[in-house]
């Protein structure tokens, strides 16, 4: 043990409130990695995040977290610290929970995270409406194409746009997706038409691909006349945000495999074209992820049900006249 660290002696007299406080921002840390994304988190400066830490660990008398200059580790006193810490915050959330759904007064904040397509287009403009029916509650919202860990950054909600896979979260259905394979008029008049997967292939298109760090060679699921069937697609263009590759197929550089909403109203003005109509794209499902324990959170509940009604009626709304039929 380091000479410059004393053990102190545990300290009963800690105020409860401050106390809660810093065993919040310990799990933070922990979760986050790091002491400035934890206060960000929080919404702290990363001297206060230190100093709640130093605090909890002189009221605990240990050491809850090795520091380098590169990195911090909780300590073994810290990993049993975390289990009982998230039994203790879960308790108190659950209670206070019971206590606002029989006041019908929900309150507090909760985390989420959604794409960026159906998060610019249907979920941010939602939220403050949300806010305006629940103004006791806060929703901190963050968009990304990336996959999240919904424990390790202490989400609350998750929405999700694509094929599901198993999981050990509850899953709300919103709406089943269409998807549409499309280019710019300027392309297809370079390019030519293709008519199929198989031509898309075949004659090498530039396909606009969605890729993240360390995933798989991309393939398009396609419908065909027998059944699905994958088709290993390549491109010269790829990128981990998806308003990217709409825009790289505007600037007529490819093949993009769309939502039908998240192109609508370039479909519906022309600027982009539906290509392999012989064989068009699988549907994506719109979904909303949560930990089984969260719905019984009544802001939780209230906000899943919330965005599923509000989501739902904007998506009937949407019709795409460039398909023929609405989403």
Same mark, same amino acid.
């Given at each position: 043990?380091?000479?410059?660290?004393?053990?102190?002696?545990?300290?009963?007299?800690?105020?409860?409130?401050?106390?809660?406080?810093?065993?919040?921002?310990?799990?933070?840390?922990?979760? $986050?990695?790091?002491?400035?994304?934890?206060?960000?988190?929080?919404? +702290?400066?990363?001297?206060? @995040?230190?100093?709640?830490?130093? @605090?909890?660990?002189?009221?605990?008398?240990?050491?809850?977290?090795?520091?380098?200059?590169?990195?911090?580790?909780?300590?073994?006193?810290?990993?049993?610290?975390?289990?009982?810490?998230?039994?203790? $915050?879960?308790?108190?959330?659950?209670?206070?929970?019971?206590?606002?759904?029989?006041?019908?007064?929900?309150?507090?904040?909760?985390? +989420? @995270?959604?794409?960026?397509?159906?998060?610019?287009?249907?979920?941010?403009?939602?939220?403050?409406?949300?806010?305006?029916?629940?103004?006791?509650?806060?929703?901190?919202?963050?968009?990304?194409?990336?996959?999240?860990?919904?424990?390790?950054?202490?989400?609350?909600?998750?929405?999700?746009?694509?094929?599901?896979?198993?999981?050990?979260?509850? +899953?709300?259905?919103?709406?089943?997706?269409?998807?549409?394979?499309?280019?710019?008029?300027?392309?297809?008049?370079?390019?030519?038409?293709?008519?199929?997967?198989?031509?898309? +292939?075949?004659?090498?298109?530039?396909?606009?691909? $969605?890729?993240?760090?360390?995933?798989?060679?991309?393939?398009?699921?396609?419908?065909?006349?027998?059944?699905?069937?994958?088709?290993?697609?390549?491109?010269?263009?790829?990128?981990?945000?998806?308003?990217?590759?709409?825009?790289? =197929?505007?600037?007529?550089?490819?093949?993009?495999?769309?939502?039908?909403?998240?192109?609508?109203?370039?479909?519906?003005?022309?600027?982009?074209?539906?290509?392999?109509?012989?064989?068009?794209?699988?549907?994506?499902?719109?979904?909303?992820?949560?930990?089984?324990?969260?719905?019984?959170?009544?802001?939780?509940?209230?906000?899943?049900?919330?965005?599923?009604?509000?989501?739902?009626?904007?998506?009937?709304?949407?019709?795409?006249?460039? $398909?023929? =039929?609405?989403?």
């Amino acid at each position: 043990m380091p000479e410059h660290f004393q053990f102190f002696p545990y300290n009963r007299t800690l105020p409860g409130m401050a106390y809660l406080t810093n065993i919040r921002m310990f799990v933070r840390v922990h979760e $986050l990695g790091g002491m400035s994304a934890a206060a960000r988190d929080q919404r +702290v400066s990363p001297a206060v @995040a230190s100093s709640r830490i130093s @605090a909890l660990e002189k009221h605990l008398g240990v050491r809850l977290f090795n520091r380098t200059t590169r990195n911090l580790r909780a300590t073994e006193q810290g990993l049993i610290f975390y289990e009982g810490a998230i039994k203790v $915050l879960e308790a108190i959330e659950e209670v206070e929970a019971r206590v606002a759904d029989v006041t019908k007064d929900p309150q507090g904040t909760i985390h +989420v @995270a959604a794409p960026l397509g159906i998060g610019k287009r249907f979920i941010s403009p939602i939220v403050p409406v949300f806010k305006d029916t629940y103004p006791r509650i806060d929703v901190r919202l963050r968009l990304t194409d990336h996959r999240v860990d919904m424990a390790g950054e202490g989400l609350d909600v998750a929405f999700f746009l694509g094929t599901l896979e198993d999981s050990s979260l509850r +899953v709300r259905t919103i709406a089943e997706c269409p998807r549409v394979l499309c280019a710019a008029p300027a392309y297809i008049e370079k390019r030519g038409m293709p008519r199929n997967g198989a031509e898309l +292939v075949e004659d090498r298109h530039d396909c606009l691909l $969605l890729r993240y760090p360390g995933t798989p060679e991309p393939e398009w699921t396609l419908v065909t006349n027998d059944a699905l069937k994958k088709y290993n697609v390549s491109g010269p263009f790829e990128s981990d945000d998806g308003d990217v590759l709409t825009g790289w =197929a505007l600037d007529g550089r490819g093949v993009i495999n769309k939502p039908v909403f998240e192109v609508a109203e370039h479909l519906n003005a022309g600027s982009l074209i539906p290509v392999a109509l012989e064989t068009p794209p699988t549907s994506v499902q719109l979904a909303c992820l949560y930990p089984h324990k969260r719905y019984q959170d009544p802001k939780i509940r209230r906000f899943i049900d919330f965005m599923n009604d509000h989501c739902r009626r904007m998506l009937r709304e949407l019709e795409v006249n460039s $398909l023929g =039929a609405p989403i």
